[in-house]
């Protein structure tokens, strides 16, 4: 029964909920606002309303437009610079998980001296204390998928070596955070799926991590029930606003997850995948690996972590043998990527060769071995490969 609980933002949840940005006090005079290179947040409409709603606060703005999915630590540092040139001293980030966990690094080497990897723990990390805490961070999500509104962690890429790696400390939770799902109708099908199957398994895996707690599992089995029953109404109607609301609410919940307890080792895995191909959505690969990787812990954990996910994704557990019991989450996982249009999914489609698995497993390891360490069973090196292995067709 033991937990620690610290989760200092100040999230606004709901439709509508945008226009708060206008009311509330702002934490600086003049915002970095980082969104991606695509134009989906000046075609909708969204860069030019939180310009306005800024200014309506008193707060003057710079744009930052080149964040890629999977963000570059060079555009950190660049991003950085172009805060400290122009007196930012506060940080928004506009956009899906790439722009918010940006914003976040960003907001850190905007006050603090060097490269943003001499903070970096784990691969060519030089793992550095952070002389100063981070500016002040305003998430606003236009997408419900990486839960970074509701936790402190960030995903950067350094691109020159192929790292992908997380990191975070208690002033890279967003000051603020705004949930609006009416911001997230116009998102397409597949990166909706994408993007749900992404917070689906930040919620798993902090059911399996080994710092699980009882108020992260209160969060966890919530998002996955949500996520069982929302994501694929989602993805086969985006206007569908309650859907989209569940959606929004159960990837809030499992930023508090990540805020709670932890991703495991089947994030370390396809942080290599993205690594070297770039090109993969994140909840692709993430989705990608699940069977197999979630497959491999069935004996080895305790059966009853399974059995509850199972039946908050609305497996009938009870009326099964009890050997079969912790093979229904598998079920129900096989079942939600099916409804979500992804069962087609290969790895082998985004250019991922089998020759190549072991290299990617000796990255995972090397880069985010942090997560195998949250792991109730230690993967082995080739543990790690034959997870690779099943999972790739």
Known sequence: MNFSYFMPSRIFFGAGSLARLGEVKLPGHKALIVISAGTAMRKQGYLDRVIALLAKGGAASVVFDKIQPNPIKSHVMEAAALARAEGCDFVVGLGGGSSMDSAKSIALMANNPGDYWDYIFGGSGKGRPVPNPALPIIAITTTAGTGTEADPWTVITKEDTHEKIGFGNDSTFPTISIVDPELMLSVPPHLTAYQGMDAFFHAAEGVIASCASPISDLYAFKSIELLARYLPVAVRDGA??????????????????????????????????????????????????????????????????????????????????????????????????????????????????????????????????????????????????????????
């Open 240 to 393: 569908d606003k309650e859907a989209r609301a569940q959606v929004a609410f159960a990837n809030t919940l499992s930023g508090f997850v990540e805020s709670t307890s932890s991703c495991t080792s089947e994030h370390s895995l396809e942080h290599a995948l993205s690594a070297l191909h770039p090109e993969l959505p994140h909840g692709a690969g993430l989705t990608m690996l699940s069977v197999a990787y979630f497959e491999f812990f069935i004996g080895k954990i305790p059966d009853a972590l399974f059995e509850k996910m199972a039946r908050a994704m609305g497996e009938d557990v009870d009326a099964l043998p009890a050997a079969e019991r912790p093979k229904a989450f598998i079920v129900a996982l096989k079942k939600l990527i099916a409804a979500s249009g992804l069962a087609e999914l290969k790895l082998s489609d985004y250019g991922i060769t089998r020759e190549e698995l072991p290299a990617l497993a000796r990255n995972a390891r090397e880069t985010m071995g942090g997560l195998f360490e949250v792991d109730r069973y230690t993967l082995s090196l080739d543990d790690t490969v034959a997870v690779f292995e099943k999972a790739w067709r």
